[in-house]
T-cell receptor, first 115, second 118 residues
Framework: AQKITQTQPGMFVQEKEAVTLDCTYD???????LFWYKQPSSGEMIFLIY??????QNATEGRYSLNFQKARKSANLVISASQLGDSAMYFC????????????FGSGTRLQVQP | EAGVVQSPRYKIIEKKQPVAFWCNPI?????LYWYLQNLGQGPELLIR????????DSQLPKDRFSAERLKGVDSTLKIQPAELGDSAVYLC????????????????FGPGTRLTVL
């Protein structure tokens, strides 16, 4: 069974600073994908970034980067140059590539960006 | 490209009443998912469709929940009768489907339907 753990229920960051949101995972699968989604107060889950288990380089998408440490089973999200619009819930999720293909989500981290 | 469309956005009903949610996936996406999100938690899968076929409904409470995806496009999720504990957000997502190279089968979500059962 897969499990995602996000240990930070809430985080504060000053505008323009960088912030790291933690995510650890547990799986016995060899092939899997790791995702980060943003959920603003409007409720929609917005896809941010993806990392494959076989990818050797960390994924980057604009201001988002994923710090993937396979041996430690961690997939932390780094947001650079925080903006007020980054205030939202952030969910880490995992998908096994061969089985159910459903996403297993963590409990989320609420990020608040302060001016 | 239009995103995943869901309706209604909000629904308030009395317990024991029926309720239905509708989802229109992104054009060309063969796989459709229904997730349940309780307050303060991450979403959990209820059912996954590959085209018209429900390939994973192991987490769907079949005594009161049902779903269909006619013609492999739109989908409807129904609850009958609703219970107080069904109050939650129901999210629909879609992806291109199996057969895609690893990393390209990203799931894209709709805005969700927030259900309140009184």
């Amino acid at each position: 069974a897969q499990k995602i753990t996000q240990t930070q229920p809430g985080m504060f960051v000053q505008e323009k600073e960088a912030v790291t949101l933690d995510c650890t995972y547990d799986t016995s699968d060899q092939s899997y994908g790791l995702f980060w989604y943003k959920q603003p107060s409007s409720g929609e889950m917005i896809f941010l970034i993806y990392q494959g288990s076989y990818d050797e380089q960390n994924a980057t998408e604009g201001r988002y980067s994923l710090n993937f440490q396979k041996a430690r089973k961690s997939a932390n999200l780094v947001i650079s140059a925080s903006q007020l619009g980054d205030s939202a819930m952030y969910f880490c999720a995992m998908r096994d590539d061969t089985g159910r293909r459903a996403l297993t989500f963590g409990s989320g981290t609420r990020l608040q960006v302060q001016p | 490209e239009a995103g995943v469309v869901q309706s209604p956005r909000y629904k308030i009903i009395e317990k024991k009443q029926p309720v239905a949610f509708w989802c229109n996936p992104i054009s060309g996406h063969n796989t459709l998912y229904w997730y349940l999100q309780n307050l303060g938690q991450g979403p959990e899968l209820l059912i996954r469709y590959e085209n018209e076929e429900a390939v994973d409904d192991s987490q769907l409470p079949k005594d009161r929940f049902s779903a269909e995806r006619l013609k492999g496009v739109d989908s409807t999720l129904k609850i009958q009768p609703a219970e107080l504990g069904d109050s939650a957000v129901y999210l629909c997502a879609s992806s291109r489907g199996q057969g895609q190279p690893r990393g390209t089968d990203t799931q894209y979500f709709g805005p969700g339907t927030r259900l309140t059962v009184l």
